[in-house]
């Protein structure tokens, strides 16, 4: 709403988009501030708790900053991808963008279930219910799966009339298209992969697969972007990196799944955990 109002109402034009950015973004920062200082449940921010914690500080960072580093390097992957993209024409240029902009609604859907799978795995590993861990992941695998099928169909089936929106060229239409079919043709393997990675991050276990990841979609990427791509300057050779990327770092996340076990794991350090317990109440009661 905010970009309509900067724009149309304002007449402002990238410099209003921007700015309606930073103002619905600091908006919604304050409001749910104000919202979590006045809440009377639970989960409430209280003016002692606001004091700085070394543990929970280095805590954050070693989960934060890998998934940081990783959007960094895609953010310069992508540079490369776009650069090639631009090479090829203004009529490719404005497909990709059109194609993009489509894309991303898809994608947004699809990934809000790694988030949920992060943070219910997370709340559960936090409680001692690794249990619930192996289902989170395969539920948020299989809703994901259909939400994100669901919505493939619809956009594929209505793509060269929501690409018409962007332009009535038939040429930007059909290569947007193109794009459409071969990104979401991968969307598969990105699904597992970021499924498979928030699982991981629900444990506390970040660094590695942000590692996996940036080696898998940036290493093959840029690899591809050198090597194949300047022997057939093409679109669709592009676009082919896309699935040949998601599907490598979908079978590098697995292997890293299985390599770490997390629910198996800490399952065996609880329950030793608990056995050290059990023998301490038992030799304290002894020596009463």
Not at 15 to 22: M, P
Not at 64 to 87: D, R, T
């Given at each position: 709403m905010l970009n309509l109002f900067f724009v149309i109402v304002l007449k402002m034009t990238v410099?209003?988009?921007?700015?309606?950015?930073?103002v619905s973004n600091f908006l919604s920062a304050l409001l749910l501030f104000v919202k979590l200082v006045k809440s009377k449940q639970n989960i409430c921010i209280r003016k002692e708790e606001f004091r700085f914690d070394r543990k929970v500080f280095l805590r954050i960072m070693q989960i934060?900053?890998?998934?940081?580093?990783?959007?960094?390097?895609?953010?310069?992957?992508?540079?490369?991808?776009?650069?090639?993209?631009?090479?090829l024409g203004t009529i490719v240029m404005a497909a990709s963008s059109a194609a993009f902009n489509i894309e991303v609604c898809v994608y947004?859907?699809?990934?809000?279930f790694s988030q949920a799978c992060t943070t219910f795995v997370g709340q559960n590993y936090g409680a001692g219910n690794l249990k619930h861990c192996k289902k989170i992941l395969l539920l948020c695998i299989l809703e994901d799966a259909v939400a994100t099928a669901s919505m493939i169909i619809i956009v594929l089936f209505f793509g060269k009339n929501l690409l018409r929106i962007f332009s009535t060229d038939s040429q930007v239409i059909n290569t947007g298209y193109i794009r459409l079919l071969m990104i979401f043709a991968a969307y598969t393997f990105s699904m597992l992969y970021e499924n498979m990675s928030g699982y991981l991050r629900g444990f506390g276990i970040s660094f590695m697969p942000a590692l996996f990841t940036v080696i898998g979609i940036c290493g093959v990427r840029?690899?591809?972007?050198?090597?194949?791509?300047?022997?057939?300057?093409?679109?669709?050779k592009i676009m082919m990196a896309y699935p040949?990327?998601?599907?490598?770092?979908?079978?590098?996340?697995?292997?890293?799944?299985i390599m770490f076990r997390p629910s198996n794991?800490?399952?065996?350090?609880?329950?030793?955990?608990?056995?050290?317990?059990?023998?301490?109440q038992k030799r304290e009661k002894g020596d009463e």
């Open positions: 410099n209003g988009v921007a700015t309606a950015t930073v934060g900053l890998p998934s940081g580093i990783q959007s960094a390097v895609f953010g310069a992957a992508n540079i490369v991808i776009q650069s090639a993209i631009n090479s947004d859907i699809m990934n809000s840029l690899l591809w972007m050198a090597t194949v791509f300047p022997k057939s300057k093409t679109f669709k040949l990327s998601l599907s490598f770092t979908a079978v590098l996340i697995f292997i890293l799944l794991r800490f399952a065996k350090t609880m329950n030793n955990k608990k056995k050290e317990k059990i023998v301490i």
